[in-house]
């Protein structure tokens, strides 16, 4: 019911939504006191190219967000008006790049104490907890589109109407041949709450999605760094 809502609404509203994310880009360049030559060269464009993009006349690519994310722009800000959440130093410590299987492990005992906060405090899995559950579950390596998805229950036709595509274009998507732009990423926010970094930088989204559910309670961060140390101690034993 609210998928259908969304949908209807966004009709008449998409272009103005994308028009407030080029002015943002925008008032981020002058902020950084650069001119568009030099936001340009940054991000391997030319300057005409970069100028269409202002002016709303050409979308907001994928390979753009993730050089002005690298720049140290917040996406979820730029694209939703929502600061990205920052990453604990002690939740950080737990990702090592060059260690997937350890990391992916690490991240199982924080679902399973995010999983036993939630039923302690009574509320609901919101979606990012839905999509730590199905990251730590995935044994077919599923595409981020994939994830949400599964963790979300909607189905491809439903999201070909979230997203205004055809389903050809959506396939093409899900399956990481083409990439999602910024006015893309913000029709999937208005549908599922799931915010743009983590289409991005997946593995910061779920250490920053983590990060919060430690602030949320007075010692869960305490807590849950034992339960990590416990691990370390297990894998030093064996």
């Known amino acids: 019911h609210t998928i259908k809502l969304y949908i209807k609404r966004c009709k008449g509203d998409s272009q103005m939504q994308y028009s407030l ?19 340009a060269e940054y991000l391997d464009i030319t300057q005409s190219e970069y100028s269409r993009i ?39 410590k737990v990702y090592v790049e060059s260690d997937t299987p350890k990391f992916v492990s690490w991240l199982k005992l924080c679902e399973w104490a995010m999983h ?8 609901e899995a919101e979606i990012g907890s839905k999509l730590l559950k199905v990251f730590v579950n995935d044994e077919k390596g599923l595409t981020a589109l994939e994830k949400l998805r ?8 439903k999201m070909v109407e979230i997203l ?27 549908a599922t709450k799931c915010k743009p970094s983590f289409f991005l930088d997946e593995n910061n989204y779920y250490l920053s999605l983590i990060s919060e559910e430690c602030r949320y309670g007075e010692k869960r961060e305490e807590q849950l760094q034992d339960l990590l140390s416990m691990q370390e101690k297990f894998e030093v034993n064996e």
């Not at 959506?170 to 399956?175: A, F, M, P, V």
């Open 54 to 92: 202002e002016l709303g006349k050409s979308k907001l690519p994928y390979d753009v967000l993730d050089k002005l994310r690298k720049r140290g722009c917040d996406i979820d800000m730029l694209i939703i008006g929502v600061e990205t959440g920052t990453v604990l130093p002690s939740v950080e």
């Open 21 to 39: 994310i080029v002015q943002k880009l925008q008032e981020y360049r002058k902020k950084s006191q650069i001119l568009q030559t030099e936001m």
């Open 116 to 123: 036993h906060w939630r039923n302690e405090d009574g509320r």
């Open 150 to 157: 599964t963790a979300s229950g909607i189905s491809q036709e």
């Open 164 to 190: 205004g595509v055809n389903i050809k274009k959506y396939r093409r998507l899900e399956k990481g041949i083409i990439q999602l732009d910024a006015e893309l990423m913000a029709k999937i926010y208005e």
